[in-house]
């Protein structure tokens, strides 16, 4: 299957973490997590309210998301979500994302943790890595997120990550008005932020699916 499919292949690797691909079991894994929730009810931080659902739809939601995610994707418009891991348990998930990438040269990021392994530094962690794929792996110019204005945790992530503001958006969650903060980071400010060492394996045979020459060097 890694030969049709080489993203099953592509590993990052940190000082606690390892991201990929999950296979069917550690998805049904990242089910239960979404079941037992992943924020306080009182809060939403995503704009697709997907959290909302009861239990056993939500879990259902973000397994049928990832599958969504695979079976759209195209080289000019992809979505790479990959489950987290710590300790060889699955705790989360990561995504990295662009469209027209081998033009654009811009990601964006979006993620979401289980509950019992928040406050831990893993959603820096996690979100370092995927930074590292795009800066040094895939050549990315900037990288994009936002974060409602009341998610500190997220906004706390962020800077510590060197993004600057970039703007915000009106949106409607749970029927009010939200105020979404866009964030911003360039490739420059990304080079001088000190993050935790991540290494990258099996990236090169999947240079293609991300619209990138088969032999390019790392950025």
């Known amino acids: 299957m890694i030969d049709y499919w080489p993203l099953l292949g592509l590993r990052l690797t940190t ?10 079991d550690e998805l049904a894994e990242l089910g239960d997590l979404a079941y037992e929730g992943v924020h306080d009810p009182s ?10 659902q009861p239990g056993a739809d939500r879990a259902r939601s973000m397994i049928q998301h990832q ?21 060889g348990r699955p705790v989360g998930v990561q995504a990295l994302a662009a469209r027209r990438f081998a ?3 811009e990601v964006n990021t979006a993620s979401w943790l289980g509950l019992t392994f928040q406050s831990q530094g893993i959603g820096t962690e996690m979100r370092a890595a995927v930074l590292h794929l795009a800066f040094t792996g895939l050549g990315a110019e900037s990288a994009t997120t936002g974060s409602f204005i009341d998610n500190s945790a997220s906004l706390a992530v962020s800077r ?10 009106r949106r409607v969650v ?5 105020i979404l903060q866009r964030l911003r980071l360039s490739r420059s400010t990304w080079q001088t932020t000190v993050t935790p060492v991540t290494e ?11 619209g990138l020459p088969p032999q390019q060097a790392p950025g």
Not at 69 to 83: F, T, V
Not at 202 to 210: A, K, S, V
């Open 15 to 24: 000082p606690r973490l390892v991201l990929r691909l999950p296979n069917p």
């Open 200 to 210: 990258i394996t099996g990236l090169t045979p999947c240079l293609p699916l991300f």
């Open 174 to 178: 749970r029927g009010d008005v939200v």
């Open 43 to 52: 809060q939403m931080p995503f704009s697709s309210g997907w959290t909302d």
């Open 103 to 105: 033009l654009v040269r």
């Open 67 to 87: 599958w969504l995610r695979l079976g759209n994707w195209r080289p000019e418009d992809w979505s790479l979500n990959l489950a987290v891991f710590l300790e």
């Open 160 to 169: 510590k990550l060197g993004y600057a503001a970039d703007g915000i958006e």
